[in-house]
């Protein structure tokens, strides 16, 4: 039942920690400071404490120092792949094609695209909600999303043109979907969570693709797990790439790159 208006507070701060919100207090000042009126932060604070991510409360979240809009219903993108984006950048600072496949709002694909001025970028994913956020996040940068499976949705123009081809593919093994945080598991599309039996269907069929459309020396980059890091790397080797694996233990991030010779 929403709450009466105006909210104060100490009033937010209670309700979310009575929700189990661990940062109740920074979540409060993120709601408060967000919300237009006083009846939409007490929608918001309502949506929080029923379990709905932070983020898709907010309608925004902070990755790679960029504001990314996001609605309910769209994965939300964590701050450890910030270390995929930091990774491509390093790579090919001068990459004038960027593709985001399995882009979500288009997170990495707006942070490539602010980064590197000028670049042509595209993005795709298999959900219409993703595709309608990534549109609004490339908009600024002039920016493309495509709807489709993969490497379908893109124009046949960029093949063999790709510089950079970052995936955030889903990883997770279909029967530990279940073991998610509630947060993912309920509010965030099956469709980027659920990597097929050992977590790597996607990957594997985004590694095979990817000599197609990358240019000479182009990169793709891809996010996994540790356990799952030896299987990918051998996926990407497999598919004609030279193959390593970066790793940032302060994100526990673990990001497959390969390059295309």
């Known amino acids: 039942m929403p709450f009466p208006v105006p909210l104060s507070p100490s009033a937010v701060v209670a309700t979310l920690r009575a929700a189990g919100c661990v940062f109740a207090e920074d979540e409060a000042e993120l709601i ?40 309910p219903g769209v994965f939300v993108p964590r701050r450890r792949t910030e ?26 694909g707006a942070a490539l695209a602010a980064a590197l001025a000028g670049a042509e970028v595209h993005a795709a994913d298999i959900d219409p909600a ?24 893109l124009p046949a123009g960029l093949r063999g043109r790709v510089g950079v081809l970052t995936a955030n593919v889903p ?39 990817a000599p197609e459309w990358l240019a000479p020396g182009g990169c793709l980059l891809t996010e996994t797990s540790e356990r799952q890091a030896p299987d990918a790397v051998a996926a990407f080797t497999d598919a004609g790439l030279t193959t390593r694996l970066a ?9 497959v790159i390969g390059v295309l010779p």
């Open 83 to 108: 270390f995929l984006v930091d990774q491509a950048l390093a790579l090919a600072p001068d990459a004038t094609v960027v593709v985001d496949l399995c882009c979500g709002s288009g997170a990495l």
């Open 130 to 153: 993703a595709v309608r956020c990534a549109r609004r996040n490339l908009a600024a940068f002039g920016g493309r999303a495509h709807q489709g499976d993969l490497y379908g949705a």
């Open 171 to 209: 990883y997770v093994p279909t029967a530990e979907v279940a073991l998610l945080p509630a947060e993912a598991r309920d509010h965030e599309p099956l469709v980027a969570l659920d990597g097929g039996a050992d977590g790597l269907d996607v990957l594997r069929r985004v590694a095979a693709g």
């Open 247 to 255: 790793v940032s233990d302060e994100l526990y991030a673990h990001v």
């Open 32 to 71: 408060l400071g967000t919300a237009r009126t006083p009846e939409e932060a007490a929608l918001m604070v309502d949506r929080r404490a029923a379990g709905l991510p932070l983020e898709q409360v907010l309608g925004w979240a902070e990755f790679h120092g960029l504001r990314v809009a996001l609605e």
